[in-house]
């Protein structure tokens, strides 16, 4: 078995997070003073820091990039975490990468705080050794601090024995600064010239062929 540990992005990949995500950016907009644009057109707030989708597509400075993020938790918080759905195959993967000695990873651009009870919700929680996310200050904000801290709490020093698996190109770009493969999911909310532009080693249409990589 080459890769003896998998590091999985959350949003876009272990759960189609669109529904919560989009309506707390909907949210936070109203509160901003702006008027939101229809959901489909917030997809790219899934997967980068929220504060880079406030500035990147809404202009805002530092400042009001904070503010924003504070008001799309209070949606989140109350109604939006659990707006969300795992997607089909997922638990039988991650049981089966269990069983067969894969240490699963959870390497996410979510605080923490709300990826543990997202998967902790949707009974998932048992099957990973450590959640890795930001905290709710911004700290390990970026997905390669997210990757490193990961690495420093596993204590893993050789990259060629994991896997990145994630949607978006933040997930290639992060585990390549660290020298990790990584295997871009297309039933996220990346595509594939986007994961392969980004240097993806791989790309997956659906959880059996994540499992044909790690058990091959």
Not at 31 to 40: H, L, R, S, T, V
Request: charged share 20%; glycine share 10%.
């Amino acid at each position: 078995m080459r890769y003896t540990h998998a590091f999985f992005d959350l949003d876009g990949t272990i759960t189609n997070s669109a529904p919560g995500i989009t309506h707390s950016v909907q949210y936070a907009l109203k509160k901003m003073g702006i008027e939101p644009p229809p959901a489909e057109e917030l997809l790219g707030f899934i997967g980068p820091a929220l504060t880079w989708g406030f500035s990147h597509y809404f202009g805002m400075n530092e400042t009001d990039s904070k503010k924003a993020v504070e008001y799309y938790r209070e949606n989140y918080r109350a109604s939006g975490m659990l707006e969300c759905e795992v997607y089909e195959g997922i638990p039988t993967l991650l049981r089966e990468l269990n069983d067969a000695g894969v240490i699963c990873v959870l390497a996410t651009s979510k605080p923490h705080i709300f990826a543990n009870r997202i998967l902790a919700h949707f009974g998932l929680d048992r099957y990973f050794t450590l959640v890795s996310g930001p905290e709710l200050d911004g700290t390990r904000g970026e997905k390669h601090e997210v990757i490193s801290y990961a690495l420093s709490q596993l204590a893993l020093t050789d990259p060629s024995s994991i896997l990145m698996i994630g949607d978006r190109y933040h997930d290639v770009l992060g585990a390549a600064r660290y020298g990790i493969d990584c295997a871009g999911v297309l039933w996220g909310f990346g595509d594939q010239t986007e994961l392969t532009d980004a240097g993806a080693k791989y790309l997956c249409a659906s959880p059996k062929e994540i499992k044909a990589l790690l058990l091959q």
